[in-house]
């Protein structure tokens, strides 16, 4: 009986305990090189260094004239200093000047213009007067032009050689345009995992179809797979599956076939029509744990068979919810090679009492905003598990630790954002 004890002890683990046995289970990464557009969202399977110094030329950081700090250094508003404009290069074009520059010669140019080398510094258009004598065009400046103003050098950016984006880095739009700058077209990329979502349910109806008595709608899938594809996932939803068990082992065999993970939602916990932990153990799946020390989400467990893993969540809507955020997301990330497959924790004050006490540490839904210099965490009313229309107004899951008192307004407990980014 002691043996027995210790056995169900040792799988149920707290929440940061299952993330670890979770991502342990992601093992090594395939990657696969895709078109540059098509890497965005993805994680990089390889350092990325730059081949060419950026920029690869010294070039016009302003609309202006390119001229030599030396020929303006003695400019005032009382004696200003008369430039001729020998030439004019637009960007995109050689830097070339005609002969070696005459003193008290300038360059028109633009942003993004190159720079010919004779010259130092580059004037804003909007500090100099531009007029014409006989045809030839003159600047006249009042104030001298420092050597090196609005010059971009070759490589001041970064070298060539230089490491920017280190493996594992998530490829968004400022990413995405680096490895453009590189003259890279195709990225080394982590293979997004694959998924089927099964939800699970006699009452379960899809949306779109009349709701029959005691039904409701099929809401966990729906929100389970729009979480995954917001991860990056490849996921795939299944219909609605009744409570029965030989036909949740079926469907768990066939989803085992095509998918790195399966995720149920519904059919987790241990009341007479719940099967999907009988249907796992006599597939031969092994358990990483049956019991998370949650609330809500206590019943999540994840078992793994042959490389594929199953992660199955509470039919509780809050639940599968607090799943989805603490265990299946951290598991996704650590699957598409993100460096850090853990959520952002912060510390805030609660702005309201939560004084429902509970044994295990207790996630709630909760608003949060920044005030006077820390952030404020206000719980949500009408915050239980069953519950989904204060879903609306959540961006932001709190902790309060586990014990007999709740938590009072004002106490320090430790949160992270649900915006996605």
């Known amino acids: 009986m002691a043996a027995i004890q210790e056995a169900e002890a040792a799988l149920a683990a707290t929440v940061e305990d299952a993330v670890e046995r979770l991502c342990r289970q992601a093992g090594d990464l395939s990657a696969e090189t895709v078109p540059l557009p098509e890497a965005a969202g ?31 250094a003695e400019a005032s508003p009382e004696r200003p200093v008369r430039l ?23 360059v ?6 190159p720079v010919p080398e004779a010259f130092d510094s580059v004037v804003m258009q909007e500090t100099v007067v531009r007029y014409e004598e006989g045809m030839r065009p003159f600047v006249r400046l009042d104030r001298p032009a420092p050597s090196g103003r ?3 050098e070759a490589g001041e950016d970064c070298a060539a050689g230089a490491v920017l984006l280190k493996r594992g880095t998530a490829l968004g ?21 694959s998924v ?11 949306p779109g179809r009349p709701l029959p008595p005691s039904r409701v709608y099929e809401a966990n899938g729906f929100m389970t797979e729009a979480k995954l594809r917001l991860l990056g996932a490849d996921v795939r ?53 049956k019991k998370v020390r949650m609330r809500p989400g206590t019943p999540t467990s994840a078992y793994v068979r042959g490389g594929k893993t199953l992660i199955s969540l509470s039919g509780n809507p809050s639940a599968c919810f607090a799943g989805l955020e603490l265990l299946v997301k951290p598991y996704v990330w650590s699957r598409m090679g993100r460096l850090n497959p853990r959520n952002d924790w912060r510390e805030g004050r609660l702005a309201a009492a939560v004084e429902k006490p509970c044994p295990y540490p207790r996630y709630i839904r909760s ?14 009313a009408n915050d239980r598990s069953g519950n989904i229309a204060a879903f609306a107004e959540a961006d932001a899951l709190a902790v309060v630790p586990a014990g007999g008192g709740g938590a009072d307004a004002g106490q320090t407990v430790r949160w992270f954002s649900l915006v996605e980014q």
């Open 42 to 72: 993805r994680y990089l399977a390889q350092d990325c260094a730059s081949p060419i110094p950026i920029p690869p030329f010294r070039r016009a950081a302003m609309d202006g004239y390119a001229v030599r700090a030396a020929d303006t």
């Open 84 to 106: 001729t404009v020998a030439a004019e290069v637009r960007a995109g074009e050689k830097a070339w000047f005609p002969a070696p520059p005459e003193k008290g010669s300038a």
């Open 108 to 113: 028109r140019v633009f942003t993004g213009s």
């Open 150 to 152: 609005h010059i971009a």
């Open 173 to 193: 739009a400022k990413e995405i345009a680096v490895l453009a700058s590189f003259g890279i077209d195709r990225a080394a990329v982590y293979r997004r995992p």
């Open 196 to 206: 089927v979502v099964l939800p699970i349910g006699d009452e379960l109806e899809l």
């Open 237 to 289: 939803r299944l219909p609605p599956m009744p409570d029965h068990p030989a036909m949740i082992g079926r469907c768990l065999e066939q989803a085992w076939e095509e998918a790195d993970l399966v995720v149920t939602t519904g059919g987790a916990s241990v009341g007479k029509y719940d099967y999907v932990k009988w249907a796992a153990e006599t597939a031969g799946a092994e358990p990483l744990f």
């Open 367 to 380: 608003r949060a905003w920044m005030e006077n210099g820390e952030w404020r965490l206000l719980p949500l």
